[in-house]
């Protein structure tokens, strides 16, 4: 017990309960108690104020965080959009200058396995594309809150970049030259008589010879486009059918219906695409008017060579920066949930926020 001489005024006690200028055990625990309570409230009331001081920056802080990935996203953007548009004209250039040549009689059949290789790697690049086309359609698919607008405005992105390299490949067999009328046989020039009978030295001509062989390669190369040409029809009349009843699901959003229906129109135009494009590789060929020599030709298979693995490269980084784009895309909407989460929180907890309503 503490002992405190006896005050003249005795309501100046924490307690009535006093006993010979004594504070009771119990009355002492009640002051306690008090001053406890009081400095409990106190510390609730700042740590209150520093909460609601810490939410208030917080918000300003991730508002910059999201402008920051906001830039980000932006530049990775822009490059891929350059680096895009520097491989098409790649690729153009490439084809542009194989359809107009052919071969000779001294590169023989060498152009034409060049147009060849360059179409086996334009398919390569055509499938590339569908590949990431399924991967994006399944994470539309898989993920409800996925960026609906901007994942089709990719997928748009990625049917125009195919739809280019198509109609490159038929460019390429359209250049290929069919046959023609060359007579097989050529005289040589030596005649002579035997027992009364006129003879002449003749041999299989070298124009015929190149004739033949640019008549089955043109032919091989008709037949597989047309096969392919096929192919894409029949997937895309079973993809048009498919877009055809996701359109008329029950129980669509406006938006979702909006972009089944862009998916559809998107289908429906590829397919009449491909449709003319079958007719085009069926047609006769336009003989292109240079021919190139074998050495000429021998430069031209390095140089496909050399193109298509600066090419790949290209397409393998861009697919790269693509890939990091949509996953900083995502960070970013989901960046945008929370700031919106806190800002809710502050309008309805903050007394500063309810002053400015």
């Known amino acids: ?7 003249k005024d005795s309501n100046l006690w924490c307690n009535s309960g006093r006993l010979n200028g004594v504070i009771d055990r119990q009355t002492m625990k009640n002051c306690l108690c008090l001053l406890l309570v009081g400095t409990c409230l106190g510390f609730a009331q700042e740590s209150a104020t520093v909460d609601l001081a810490a939410r208030r920056e917080s918000v300003v802080t991730l508002k910059q965080r999201i402008d920051a990935r906001q830039k980000r996203l ?16 790649k690729i153009e250039d490439l084809v542009k200058m194989l359809s107009g040549l052919k071969d000779s009689q001294d590169s023989k059949r060498r152009i034409s396995d060049v147009k060849g290789e360059a179409a086996a790697g334009l398919k390569r690049l055509v499938e590339i594309y569908r590949t990431e086309r399924r991967n994006t359609l399944a994470r539309l698919a898989k993920d409800p809150a996925a960026e609906k607008e901007a994942l089709s405005t990719d997928l748009a992105a990625m049917d125009k970049l195919a739809e280019k390299r198509i109609a490159d490949i038929v460019e390429l067999v359209k250049s290929m030259p069919g046959g023609t009328d060359v007579q097989k046989y050529e005289n040589d020039g030596d005649t002579y008589y035997d027992n009364g009978t006129y003879y002449e030295n003749s041999r299989i001509s070298e124009a015929w010879r190149q004739n033949r062989r640019d008549k089955v390669e043109t032919e091989k190369a008709r037949r597989e486009a047309q096969q392919a040409l096929e192919k894409a029809i029949a997937d895309l009349s079973g993809r048009r059918d498919t877009a055809k009843n996701a359109v008329n699901a029950a ?27 079958l007719v085009e590789v069926s047609r006769p060929a336009l003989t292109p008017e240079e021919s190139a020599s074998k050495n000429e030709a021998d430069d031209l298979k390095s140089l496909l060579a050399e193109a298509r693995s600066d090419i790949g490269s290209d397409v393998r980084k861009t697919l790269t920066l693509y890939r990091e784009a949509v996953v900083e895309r995502e960070n970013i909407r989901d960046l945008r949930e929370n700031l919106a989460a806190r800002e809710k929180w502050l309008q309805e907890n903050d007394p500063e926020a309810k002053k400015d309503k």
């Not at 932006?74 to 004209?89: H, L, M, P, Y």
């Not at 959003?253 to 494009?277: H, T």
């Open 251 to 277: 129980g669509l959003s406006d938006a979702e219906k909006e972009i089944r229906q862009q998916e559809l129109a998107n289908v429906e135009g590829m397919l009449q695409q491909r449709k003319a494009q």
């Open 74 to 89: 932006d530049e990775v953007a822009g490059e891929i959009r350059d680096r895009s548009a520097k491989t098409d004209k």
């Open 1 to 7: 017990m503490l002992i405190f001489s006896e005050p």
